[in-house]
């Protein structure tokens, strides 16, 4: 495994990475359209759920189940992991926009990490036998920059953080000010869920959010629309 180095943890999490993920509300443009979401309080719980509920049981844990995996060189097991991310991902905006930004993560990294288990998942893409979702793609590529597990799933917690408080600022909308207070006092927060998510249960792993899959899934029928998910 490569040596650790900061500049590419924060490389990896950068939240101005050309992926697109500035396109995507992943749902919260319903909730605010709804008026559920229509100040800073309840921007606030809103992505505090959104970690604590349904990114611990999912795409956090696909994070580190994936880093796991990568580390152990076991390419069926992976295969088995992304079938399953697929299969989670019930509405279709947030089945597709993970697969998307996961393939434009690996086609930035690719290009700097040598390594023929990368090359091998790249190959299964291209033959549909896996689904390029993000979450696994990144825990993939921590795993193969060198990036300790913990410091990994902290930098993919905040990153998805920064996203949704960046779309609260737009949608709702709320003062930049606002929105960096948000950010402050999630930091308690991310460092809880990190370690929970660490020793998260597996039985657990896919622990079903209702409300959200159909908040996402009313999306593609709101009748204006800013994002794509």
Not at 76 to 92: F, G, H, I, M, T
Not at 107 to 132: A, H, M, T
Not at 198 to 209: A, H, K, M, Q
């Amino acid at each position: 495994m490569k040596k650790y180095n900061l500049g590419d943890l924060l490389h990896l999490f950068d939240p101005t990475l050309p992926i697109g993920g500035y396109t995507h509300s992943n749902g919260l443009e319903t909730y605010v359209q709804n008026g559920l979401v229509n100040n800073k309080d309840s921007a606030a719980k809103y992505v505090q759920h959104m970690l604590q509920y349904n990114m611990k049981y999912n795409d956090g844990a696909f994070v580190c189940l994936a880093y796991d995996t990568c580390a152990s060189n076991s390419m069926d097991d992976l295969v088995l992991l992304d079938q399953e991310c697929s299969a989670l991902k019930a509405p279709r905006e947030i089945r597709t926009a993970s697969q998307k930004l996961g393939l434009r993560l690996l086609k930035i990294f690719k290009r700097k990490i040598q390594s023929p288990f990368l090359e091998e998942y790249e190959r299964k893409i291209k033959d549909g036998e896996v689904n390029s979702h993000y979450c696994i793609v990144f825990g993939m590529i921590a795993q193969l920059m060198g990036i300790p597990k913990r410091a990994g799933l902290y930098a993919y917690y905040y990153n998805a953080a920064v996203g949704m408080v960046t779309n609260s600022v737009k949608l709702v909308p709320l003062g930049q000010l606002d929105g960096q207070d948000i950010i402050f006092e999630l930091h308690e927060l991310l460092d809880q869920m990190t370690e929970e998510t660490l020793e998260v249960d597996r039985s657990l792993v896919g622990l079903c959010n209702v409300a959200f899959d159909i908040r996402c899934m009313q999306h593609e029928r709101l009748y204006t629309r800013i994002y794509i998910s």
